[in-house]
T-cell receptor, first 116, second 110 residues
């Protein structure tokens, strides 16, 4: 158990819908990362937040957005869902992104999103 | 954008040491090498990391060459539960996102 929690575990929805995935980082971790893992793309970095501020952006679609709240939990919002958005979505957290040991990311169990 | 190269797959006999190589020839002086593994569709699990010295913890050992252009993850006594995809990652100096490549699929054989 990494200490990172994600809800829900599974989500089934229809095309065109909007969903919200939630992540609670490990106690004391200030940085949260979101990754997408689909069958044909592997693990892809989406976005990173540090202490409430967006820190880095990866291959995140404009239909997707995220935020980190004052209590440091984070939400990933996916809208206008398409079949291709079906994937595992992982959240990770680290103490802070200053490099080295404090940068070690601990991953949650993931949310499996199925778009029908 | 993956900065590492790993073999696609490897087999290892149960109880033997599993040596997983990784090439990171473009690594810069302040970048760390991280190893993670992913079992089935679970969240990636942190194994070990290092900068230039060899490192050991309860899970594995990490051997980094003197020029830092390659490293080897060693699982000293592989068990069936070590069957997983192993990812070698070079971290950016400001601690940003990890770029996962395709990793090495390790199969431990009874």
């Amino acid at each position: 158990d990494s200490g990172v929690t994600q809800t829900p575990k599974h989500l089934i929805t229809a095309t065109g819908q909007r969903v919200t995935l939630r992540c609670s980082p490990r106690s004391g971790d200030l940085s949260v990362y979101w990754y997408q893992q689909s069958l044909d793309q592997g693990l892809q970095f989406l976005i990173q937040y540090y202490n409430g501020e967006e820190r880095a952006k990866g291959n995140i679609l404009e239909r997707f957005s995220a935020q980190q709240f004052p209590d440091l939990h984070s939400e990933l919002n996916l809208s206008s869902l398409e079949l291709g958005d079906s994937a595992l979505y992982f959240c990770a957290s680290s103490v802070d992104p200053s490099g080295g040991a404090k940068d070690t990311q601990y991953f949650g169990p993931g949310t499996r999103l199925t778009v029908l | 954008d993956a900065k590492t190269t790993q073999p696609t797959s490897m087999d290892c006999a149960e109880g033997r040491a599993a040596n997983l190589p990784c090439n990171h020839s473009t690594i810069s002086g302040n970048e760390y090498v991280y190893w993670y593994r992913q079992i089935h569709s679970q969240g990636p699990q942190y194994i070990i990391h290092g900068l230039k010295n060899n490192e050991t913890n309860e899970m594995a050992s990490l051997i980094i060459t003197e020029d830092r252009k390659s490293s080897t993850l060693i699982l000293p006594h592989a068990t069936l539960r070590d069957t997983a995809v192993y990812y070698c990652i070079v971290s950016y100096p400001t601690g940003n996102q990890f770029y996962f490549g395709t990793g090495t699929s390790l199969t431990v054989i009874p």
